[in-house]
Nanobody, 125 residues
Framework: EVQLVESGGGLVQAGGSLRLSCSAS????????IGWFRQAPGKEREGVSC????????YYADSVKGRFTISSDNAKNTVYLQMNSLKPEDTAVYYC??????????????????WGRGTQVTVSS
């Protein structure tokens, strides 16, 4: 059984940092692309970043480029999202998702096979 569990969310002031973790079980990172998504109240879920160990590719949404960094620790089967210079508009529930590796490139929401339950990130102004 595949399980993805997010952690690390919380309340932070604007300009602060948080590191989210996505702990995976039941999958091997080499075979999957792991993505981070977020959904703010009243808005559609949007992709934030994704990483594929198979080809080493990493992608970011324009809204987070230069502020967020995705990384993975294969030994721990965990993917991290380091979020710096946080803004109130980053407030959302953050989800990690896993997609069977389909090749290099940005993966849309419908490409992902497994989802975590999410972790709340709130950035106060």
């Amino acid at each position: 059984e595949v399980q993805l569990v997010e952690s690390g969310g919380g309340l932070v002031q604007a300009g602060g940092s948080l590191r989210l973790s996505c702990s995976a079980s039941g999958i091997t990172f080499d075979d999957y692309t792991i993505g981070w998504f977020r959904q703010a109240p009243g808005k559609e879920r949007e992709g934030v970043s994704c990483i594929s160990k198979r080809d080493g590719s990493i992608y970011y949404a324009d809204s987070v480029k230069g502020r967020f960094t995705i990384s993975s620790d294969n030994a721990k089967n965990t993917v991290y999202l380091q979020m710096n210079s946080l803004k109130p508009e980053d407030t959302a529930v953050y989800y990690c998702a896993a997609s069977w590796y389909r090749g290099p490139g940005w993966y849309g929401e419908n490409d992902y096979d497994y989802w975590g339950r999410g972790t709340q990130v709130t950035v106060s102004s």
